[in-house]
Structures are given as C-alpha cells and as structure tokens.
C-alpha cells in the first residue's frame, strides 16, 4: 500500500481579506503559518516517508510545503514546482472582495462561479505576462472553470505523480483549493455535480491509502 496525502495551503492574506486569489500571488498570515505547523505536527504522527514532495508556481503553497516538511523532518526529500497545481484562475474576479461580489450578481451566480465544474468567471481582458510562466511557454489564462483547471493537471497527475506512487513511494501534494477538487475529483471518480460540494479546508491533510493499481482503500482526513 501507498499513501499521498494531499493539503491545502494555510490561511493566505486573501483567505484572511475574503478576496478572490487565483494565480496572484499572496503570503501566508501568520494564522496561516501556524496552520501549516499543526498540519505537519498532525501527519508527523503517522510516521510517513515521503518520495519527494508537489507543490504550485504559489507562494501560499511554496511556504506551507516547507513548513510542513520541517515539522517532519524532511525538508531534503526532493520538491517539484509546478504551474499545473497552481489555483484555479478567477478572471476578473481576482483581488475582488467575495461579499460583494456576491451582493451585486446574487447568489446562484456567485455559487456557479465558485463551485460549478464547468462555470467560468469573467475573463480579464489582458493579462501581463510573468516572468515565472513565460520561461517554461505557459501563458496565464484569462479565467479558469474548475474544468479548465482539471485538464491541465491530469497530465501531472499520469507523468508525475502516479509512475511515483506506483513505485511505492508515498507523494506528498501540498496545493489550493480548487486544484486540489480536482484532483479528488478524478481519484474518487466524482461526477460533475458532486464535486459542487467537496469543499477543501486550509491545512487539514487528507491521506489516501492506495493499492498496487492505484486504487483508493482508505481515505483519512487529519482534521
């Protein structure tokens, strides 16, 4: 049996502020540190050897990555950063507050945005490109479904992750929100409307158990 244990960042100055992230690029709070230690005290009981540990393009993930390999003791295993598991992209809806987003277009619409498999906010018009992206040919998107979201970080999951976990060695993914729904969506096989009301909260680890063929026996989260 193998183990990947996925987690969300945790509390970044925009969770904190209630403002739409995306791809911007943010610091924990100090709550937010503190999370990601009680994180890795939290999976540090389960006496876990990592193979190497996935993180975004992210400064929030980034920090809580390091964080949590530090309370294991592990801040040797090998990291890998990638744009793949960076949050989904909000469009013109990042740095906005959420209330009042959610004030002026009501609340199916502002539900559709942030939970829909398939719903889009509205693009940016344009979107300066950065240094970190143009480097390895990947141009920023104007806004993301959650679907949009999945497509890019499947091919991560098949070259990446699962040629790892099949090895047996335990993956540890510390991510974002979204990013993570998708990645639970496409391990417990969840349909479109399920995943509308999987929610992912900061810095609690959930710890998959999977079998030679990769298959979920267990799921524990380290609530």
Avoid: C
């Avoid at 509390?11 to 209630?18: K, L």
Wanted: avoid cysteine; aromatic fraction near 8%; hydrophobic fraction near 40%.
């Amino acid at each position: 049996m193998t183990k990947l244990v996925l987690i969300r960042h945790g509390e970044s100055i925009a969770n904190q502020q209630h403002v739409f992230t995306g791809w911007n690029d943010v610091a924990l709070t100090e709550q937010g540190q503190r999370e990601a230690v009680a994180a890795g005290a939290k999976l540090n009981q389960l006496h876990l050897a990592f193979g190497a540990v996935h993180t975004s393009y992210l400064k929030r993930a980034i920090q809580s990555a390091n964080i949590v390999l530090d309370e294991l003791d592990q801040l040797w295993i090998p990291q890998y950063k990638t744009w793949r598991l960076n949050e989904r992209h909000y469009g013109a809806l990042r740095g906005r507050k959420k209330p009042v987003v959610r004030e002026e277009v009501g609340e199916d619409q502002f539900m559709q945005w942030r939970r829909s498999f398939t719903a889009v906010p509205p693009r940016l018009d344009w979107v300066t490109p950065k240094r970190r992206y143009a480097r390895i040919g990947v141009r920023e998107p104007r806004a993301e479904s959650l679907q949009m979201a999945y497509e890019r970080l499947i091919p991560y999951w098949q070259d990446q992750l699962a040629p790892r976990l099949l090895q047996h060695q335990n993956q540890l993914v510390v991510a974002h929100g979204s990013s993570l729904r998708a990645l639970i969506k496409y391990l417990e096989q969840l349909s479109d409307d399920a995943i509308d009301g999987v929610e992912v909260p900061n810095a609690e680890p959930i710890v998959y158990t999977l079998d030679e063929h990769l298959h979920i026996q267990q799921k524990q989260i380290l609530a």
